[in-house]
């Protein structure tokens, strides 16, 4: 069966549970928590980050995250809650999925980084 970008992203929004901007302000700094910005370069000079994010651009998330590679992301464990987010929410949800398939067991979804700012959030420069 033939699937849009539209239905994917649905989909992993639907199987990849969430995380409140609220929700991510009471663990923000936690040893136990990543947080994972999926936006590439260009994106994080516009908008700033969520500060203690560490930048993974979507392209590369499967390569950071198996510890099998000689890429792999040190913050990146099975033991830790990853939490993502872009610009959208689109690419936080496929993210939230891969990493799920990949046997990543807490994982969360923020969103978008806007409703971040909205909700209150620092944002940091890259």
Same mark, same amino acid.
């Given at each position: ?19 409140? =901007?609220?929700? !991510?302000?009471? &663990? !923000?700094?936690?040893? +136990?928590? &990543?947080?994972?910005?999926?936006? $590439?370069?260009?994106? *994080?000079?516009?908008?700033?980050? &969520? =500060?203690?994010?560490? +930048?993974?651009?979507?392209?590369? !998330? ?13 913050? *990146?464990?099975? $033991? ?13 949800? !496929?993210?939230?999925? &891969? *990493? ?8 969360? +979804?923020?969103?978008?980084?806007? $409703? ?5 959030? $620092?944002?940091?420069?890259?």
């Amino acid at each position: 069966m033939i699937k849009s970008v539209v239905e994917i992203v649905a989909q992993a929004k639907a199987e990849v549970p969430t995380i409140s =901007p609220a929700g !991510l302000m009471e &663990v !923000l700094g936690q040893s +136990n928590v &990543v947080v994972v910005d999926v936006r $590439d370069a260009q994106e *994080l000079k516009a908008t700033g980050m &969520v =500060p203690g994010a560490i +930048n993974i651009s979507r392209g590369m !998330l499967e390569f950071k995250a198996d510890p099998t590679t000689p890429m792999h992301q040190k913050e *990146l464990t099975r $033991d830790k809650m990853i939490v993502l987010y872009c610009a959208s929410g689109g690419r936080s949800a !496929l993210s939230g999925k &891969v *990493l799920m398939d990949m046997g990543y067991e807490n994982v969360r +979804n923020l969103g978008a980084i806007k $409703d971040w700012v909205d909700a209150g959030g $620092d944002v940091e420069s890259p």
